[in-house]
């Protein structure tokens, strides 16, 4: 673990901007503490602290693909303290085991932007807080806004949305659902996506989802939103396991399932027609060779698998490789091409819409600067006319993206139309606020926050290397 002690206040605490709805501004630090979390006035942030917590999902080649075989889910998990009591932000960054410890420093690094702050000058103004820290130009030339730098900005700027959802009392999907266009707008960095989208656009789109969005909100808490799970599909599993949990996944409500494929194109073709006679024909089935295809090995191996139809194939090569996506795309056409989870930033995103690399865009609640970078990705994919399937492969991810996906369909795409999010049955039990699943669907979350909370007791057995399961473990 990495204590933060706390830093000395700050001394210019940055101007306030408009605060999102339900959430109070500078001039509002008056009167009694409202309920769910509202900090009494002139709360300051007191630390960031952040732990290197793994799980050893190895063992049973849990989360197993072609590119990454032995991955041990992790969290590089962050959390700002407040001098308000019990009011704290968590937040995680989802890492596949060695190298957590390295997101985890690099989150340390960002307490000066934090640490002293008044969290209603934090919550206040979302925008200007995600701005200061991609901003800061001698950790930017890390990157420039990618890779673990950026990832670490993601995390904490997903923690202060998870204290703002605290302290407004809501799930963060209905904070952002309650915004206004302009207010939502306002959180979005627009520098090198104008030529795509504009501010304007981005207005466009959010005001023409102002439209139904009563009944949307209505149908997303009676019904949930659509779902499929990868359950079945590890890469480690064998065929008995597969068809297994293929037949339970139907059983259960779901109309997609995904496999993991590219390790070996016979073991694949076998996978696939195993798959597909478990779950007949009415059934989607998406596979995902996790960037271990150039293009030409992506065109022959997909063709190889066309005759058991995957639905759509995801990051057959590098997610850099723009150019060799679109002509994949172009060659395997109608079986479409998914692709997000390892994009950088929003630049790549735009590049890969206006080059027509993709089909369906699978975000991730961690890869990139938090919240407010999705935000401009929903943004740009609703102008393009192409869905977002989140990625949520991962520890919390399912618990993060949810939030994403519901504010897309209720105030962005307002659609569902061929949107699913992704589903893993992977420990969720060491959330506060787990993701609940019924018939194939997302349950909508209630409880404020962005479900980002661990449990004391899964933090203390499993932070590494000195909780309990590893020291059982031998510190490995």
């Not at 932000?89 to 702050?117: E, K, M, P, S, W």
């Not at 070996?264 to 195993?274: E, N």
């Not at 935000?375 to 977002?388: C, D, R, T």
Request: hydrophobic residues 45%.
């Amino acid at each position: 673990m990495s204590h933060l002690q706390p830093a000395e206040p700050a001394t210019n605490p940055a101007p306030p901007g408009g605060a999102p709805a339900g959430l109070p501004g500078r001039g509002a630090r008056v009167g009694t503490v409202a309920p769910v979390g509202r900090p009494a006035p002139g709360a300051r942030i007191v630390a960031l602290d952040c732990y290197d917590v793994r799980f050893p999902t190895s063992l049973e080649h849990d989360g197993s693909d072609a590119m990454n075989t032995d991955p041990d889910y992790s969290a590089a998990y962050a959390v700002l303290r407040t001098d308000a009591e019990g009011l704290e932000g968590h937040a995680l960054c989802f890492t596949i085991g060695r190298g957590n410890d390295v997101v985890v420093a690099a989150i340390t690094t960002l307490r000066q932007h934090v640490v002293g702050q008044f969290v209603d000058d934090i919550i206040g103004d979302l925008g200007r807080f995600s701005a200061s820290m991609i901003g800061d130009s001698q950790l930017r030339w890390l990157g420039p806004e990618k890779g673990v730098m950026h990832m670490a900005i993601g995390a904490v700027v997903n923690a202060a949305w998870d204290l703002a959802a605290k302290v407004a009392g809501k799930p963060l999907w209905r904070l952002l659902a309650d915004m206004t266009p302009e207010q939502l707008v306002g959180l979005v960095d627009f520098r090198y996506l104008e030529d795509a989208l504009t501010p304007a656009e981005a207005l466009d789109i959010l005001r023409a989802g102002r439209e139904g969005r009563g009944e949307r909100i209505a149908e997303l808490e009676a019904v949930g939103h659509p779902a499929y799970t990868t359950t079945p599909g590890w890469i480690g599993y064998s065929d008995e396991k597969l068809v297994a949990l293929s037949q339970q996944a139907v059983a259960d409500g779901f109309t997609q399932i995904k496999l993991k494929v590219g390790a070996d194109t016979g073991d694949d073709v076998r996978r696939m027609a195993l798959a597909r006679e478990a779950v007949g024909p009415g059934i989607r089935i998406a596979v995902d060779a996790n960037q271990r295809w150039g293009v030409a090995q992506a065109e022959a191996a997909i063709a190889a698998i066309a005759p058991w139809h995957p639905y759509w194939v995801e990051e057959p090569t590098s997610p850099d490789e723009i150019l060799g996506l679109a002509v994949i795309k172009t060659t395997i056409a109608p079986i479409k091409i998914a692709v997000g989870e390892h994009v950088a930033n929003r630049v790549i995103f735009k590049q890969i819409l206006q080059a027509g690399a993709a089909d369906v865009l699978t975000i991730d609640a961690c890869r990139v600067a938090g919240v407010n970078e999705n935000l401009a990705i929903l943004l740009l994919a609703a102008k393009f006319g192409v869905p977002v399937c989140p990625h949520a492969g991962g520890v919390g991810l399912c618990e993060m993206v949810q939030h994403l996906a519901m504010f897309d369909f209720v105030g962005v795409s307002a659609s569902a139309d061929d949107r699913v999010l992704e589903y893993v049955d992977h420990l969720h039990e060491h959330f506060t606020d787990p993701v609940r699943i019924v018939r194939g669907r997302y349950l909508a979350p209630t409880e404020p926050g962005f479900s980002t909370t661990l449990r004391p007791q899964s933090l203390r057995d499993y932070e590494f290397p000195n909780g309990a399961v590893w020291q059982q473990l031998g510190g490995q």
